[in-house]
């Protein structure tokens, strides 16, 4: 049973940056693709970034190209999503989510877990 729990979200002003973390724990994950959705207020969850563990390729949302990157850290078996020049239209839950099988890592079905969420906030 694969575990996700987020951290690093807050309140950062327009413009700003913010690095959200997703440590991994549980089951052998080294196959699993691993993503990053978000879910606004009264909005579908939707896709950011997926990155692949084995290989490290990744998969971002076309309107985030450029502002956002994910990485793994094999070492510290962590999932991590640097956010940048960030606006308010970012504000939203931020979670994590394991894929065991997954094929595009673009669709929230392909996921089988999924952490608590963490809160992001944009605002002056």
């Known amino acids: 049973q694969v575990q996700l729990v987020e951290s690093g979200g807050g309140l950062v002003q327009p413009g700003g940056s913010l690095r959200l973390s997703c440590a991994v724990s549980?089951?052998?994950?080294?196959?699993?693709?691993m993503g990053w959705f978000r879910q606004a207020p009264g909005k579908e969850r939707e896709f950011v970034a997926a990155i692949r563990w084995n290989v490290g390729t990744t998969y971002y949302a076309d309107s985030l190209k450029g502002r956002f990157t994910i990485s793994r850290d094999t070492a510290k078996n962590t999932v991590n999503l640097q956010m940048n020049s960030l606006k308010p239209e970012d504000t939203a839950v931020y979670y994590c989510?394991?894929?065991?099988?997954?094929?595009?890592?673009?669709?929230?079905?392909?996921?089988?877990?999924w952490g608590q969420g963490t809160q992001v906030t944009v605002s002056s």
């Open positions: 989510a394991a894929a065991r099988y997954g094929m595009g890592l673009t669709s929230r079905l392909e996921y089988e877990y």
């Open positions: 549980g089951g052998s994950f080294s196959r699993y693709g």
